[in-house]
């Protein structure tokens, strides 16, 4: 599968998770996208983009399981959360409750959302090592109490790479009547997802990540009750439109002037090629080689796992603590002599090195980290063990 890919053959890539990898017949779609847009701009703005974009939210609304009038694209989660966080009409000390495992940007999102609502961000702890799922559960609840109004989750966390039991939090939630938005950045194409299974209000994915889109592709999904309650995070065209499409949701949040949005349309496509490429199979021997290699680095680095070694909690990435005070030199240092692209991932006090296995990656690629924190452990003190 290496040779499907655009990577340089002279890294050792172990940071899918990032920015993912377009294969080839992906990216040569996308250009023939954007060539198209270029040959008649006029034409493919406003005639062709409107049935694209339908085409390429009808396959993507099977492959997540919800309908197709219940999503729009967004470029990034970021993005999406942004436009629910903004539609909110929370009161002066209302919260919202979170764990201290969410991603950097939605933290600095409903803080700056927080300083001007006068809400408040709860942070929930979920203590590592985690022991089972319940114990996820009854940490996260701990948080909530009469105040809380709004759920906010990753069901794939980006620092700690740890699946979390989304299924369970949203039923919950729901019986308790709160808002829940989820964040499964990393879920498409990574772990089965079924939004409508899921149940939750609104959902945010990544395209450009584990279902190998080009940069730039995400969706936000939003349940039927609280469409017309989403305000448009920029305002165009489609406010108040003149000529009104299949509902006020898209035309409020699918068209924003001119863009590029050859990257959403390439969705077919990927779909193709996941499905062509037997892309089922091909995750699932990528987790087996996280869960194989797991507690070898673990006992290499002389810390423990943070989770039980299993697909339960673990899917196409893992992280292992590593005990450094300098993780971005470790990060260069990995990268500039040893060719390896890995992120050194510090939160909630502790440094984690997550590496994450594709179907371009093989055991030989884990095996070049493996030699080369032993070297770094021998010949630094960049780690201590």
């Given at each position: ?267 077919p496509k990927v779909i193709d090629f996941l499905s062509e490429n037997n892309w089922t199979e091909k995750s699932r021997a990528c987790k087996q080689i996280v869960l194989d290699n797991y507690q070898r680095f673990c006992d290499l680095l002389n810390t423990k796992p943070i989770c039980p070694i299993t697909t339960a909690f673990l899917g196409q990435m893992a992280s292992v603590p590593v005990r450094t005070k300098k993780p971005a030199e470790l990060k260069e240092l990995l990268y500039d002599k040893y060719k390896i692209q890995i992120p050194v991932m510090p939160i909630n ?37």
């Amino acid at each position: 599968m290496k040779s499907q890919f655009f990577l340089d053959k002279n890294i050792t890539f172990l940071n899918h998770g990032s920015f993912g990898a377009c294969p080839k017949p992906v990216f040569e779609e996308y250009q023939r996208l954007q060539l198209e847009l270029e040959t008649e701009p006029v034409y493919f703005m406003q005639k062709s983009l409107v049935g694209y974009l339908k085409t390429a939210r009808e396959r993507l609304s099977k492959f997540i399981g919800c309908d197709a009038t219940d999503l729009f694209f967004t470029p990034n989660p970021t993005f999406a959360i942004n436009i629910v966080m903004r539609s909110l009409k929370l009161q002066p000390g209302d919260e919202i409750l979170t764990t201290n495992h969410e991603y950097g940007a939605m933290d600095r999102t409903w803080n700056f959302y927080c300083k001007k609502s006068g809400a408040k961000y709860i942070r929930q702890n979920i203590s590592l090592p985690i022991v089972s799922k319940e114990q996820i559960l009854e940490e996260f609840w701990k948080g909530y109490n009469s105040k809380t109004k709004v759920i906010f989750i990753n069901q794939i966390s980006s620092a700690t790479a740890l699946i979390f039991p989304v299924k369970e939090i949203c039923d919950k939630a729901q019986e308790l009547g709160l808002i829940t938005i989820v964040d499964g950045a990393h879920v498409p194409g990574h772990i089965d997802l079924n939004i409508q299974d899921l149940n939750p209000d609104y959902y945010t994915g990544t395209l450009h990540k584990w279902m190998l889109a080009p940069k730039g592709s995400s969706f936000l999904y939003v349940k039927k009750e609280f469409q017309n309650d989403l305000e448009p995070l920029v305002v165009s065209w489609g406010y108040e439109s003149d000529a009104p499409g299949e509902s006020q949701f898209l035309d409020y949040h699918q068209y924003q002037g001119t863009n590029d949005v050859s990257a959403y349309l390439c969705t077919p496509k990927v779909i193709d090629f996941l499905s062509e490429n037997n892309w089922t199979e091909k995750s699932r021997a990528c987790k087996q080689i996280v869960l194989d290699n797991y507690q070898r680095f673990c006992d290499l680095l002389n810390t423990k796992p943070i989770c039980p070694i299993t697909t339960a909690f673990l899917g196409q990435m893992a992280s292992v603590p590593v005990r450094t005070k300098k993780p971005a030199e470790l990060k260069e240092l990995l990268y500039d002599k040893y060719k390896i692209q890995i992120p050194v991932m510090p939160i909630n006090g502790e440094i984690y090195l997550r590496y994450s296995i594709n179907a371009y990656n093989s055991q030989e690629d884990l095996d070049v980290l493996y030699k080369a924190l032993q070297d770094i452990i021998a010949t630094t003190d960049l780690i201590e063990v």
